[in-house]
């Protein structure tokens, strides 16, 4: 996989999902494994493992239950003011919630609308690929209540993750928000570019 280009200060959606992509293969075996075994076991995995290999990749460090948010991603610490051994960041790259109940995703949808971040992802599983559309249209409308400087799809941009379990595998479909809606990121595996595609 060739090196994703990021910038010193923003990761965009499509970088964040073609990583997210090639850290969840690399990884595959342990995620479905886990997957089998609980929810308990299968937070560790993506928290430990994926989501520390996706940051990694992204020349970021993580924090996991930063606050009361599930994982943040940074590239630096405050050590102008604050010692080493804290964990206070100078700013958040990307802020991710991981919910393993899909009903209560819109919980964490909302949550994430409290921050001031460049990049918002939220990874849950909905049961059946119909409800997608639907939990989709639930997250848009609480960001777009939550968007009154009208930046968030400019700015503080938003990405979901959806897992589904395919055989002994998952399968993942990302989507960004984009003017009020959320579209399907496509990954084309030759060359690796992301491209949108309205969500179906």
Same mark, same amino acid.
């Given at each position: 996989?060739?090196?994703?280009?990021?910038?010193?200060?923003?990761?965009?959606?499509? &970088? +964040?999902?073609?990583? +997210?992509?090639?850290?969840?293969? &690399?990884?595959?075996?342990?995620?479905?494994?886990?997957?089998?075994?609980?929810?308990?076991?299968?937070?560790?995995?993506?928290?430990?493992?994926?989501?520390?290999?996706?940051?990694?990749?992204?020349?970021?460090?993580?924090?996991?239950?930063?606050?009361?948010?599930?994982?943040?991603?940074?590239?630096?610490?405050?050590?102008? !003011?604050?010692?080493?051994?804290?964990?206070?960041?100078?700013?958040?790259?990307?802020?991710?919630?991981?919910?393993?109940?899909?009903?209560?995703?819109?919980?964490?949808? !909302?949550?994430?609308?409290?921050?001031?971040?460049?990049?918002?992802?939220?990874?849950?599983?909905?049961?059946?690929?119909?409800?997608?559309?639907?939990?989709?249209?639930?997250?848009?409308?609480?960001?777009?209540? &939550?968007?009154? %400087?009208?930046?968030?799809?400019?700015?503080?941009?938003?990405?979901?993750?959806?897992? +589904?379990?395919?055989?002994?595998?998952?399968?993942?479909?990302? %989507?960004?928000?984009?003017?009020?809606? %959320?579209?399907?990121?496509?990954?084309?595996?030759?060359?690796?570019?992301?491209?949108?595609? &309205?969500?179906?």
């Amino acid at each position: 996989m060739a090196e994703v280009e990021v910038t010193p200060q923003t990761i965009s959606p499509e &970088a +964040f999902y073609e990583v +997210f992509l090639a850290a969840a293969a &690399a990884h595959g075996a342990q995620i479905y494994d886990a997957s089998i075994e609980g929810n308990s076991t299968f937070t560790d995995v993506m928290f430990c493992i994926l989501f520390e290999d996706v940051a990694k990749r992204l020349h970021c460090h993580s924090f996991r239950e930063y606050y009361k948010f599930d994982c943040f991603f940074y590239r630096d610490k405050n050590l102008k !003011h604050f010692p080493e051994s804290s964990t206070y960041v100078k700013s958040i790259a990307v802020a991710l919630e991981h919910e393993n109940v899909p009903e209560k995703s819109v919980e964490e949808i !909302h949550k994430l609308q409290l921050l001031n971040a460049p990049l918002k992802v939220l990874v849950t599983y909905p049961r059946e690929p119909e409800k997608v559309k639907a939990l989709l249209n639930d997250y848009a409308e609480i960001i777009g209540e &939550a968007d009154i %400087f009208g930046d968030i799809s400019t700015l503080k941009r938003q990405l979901v993750i959806f897992g +589904f379990v395919a055989g002994a595998a998952f399968t993942w479909r990302g %989507f960004v928000y984009r003017n009020g809606a %959320f579209v399907e990121i496509g990954i084309q595996n030759a060359g690796h570019s992301a491209s949108a595609a &309205a969500v179906k």
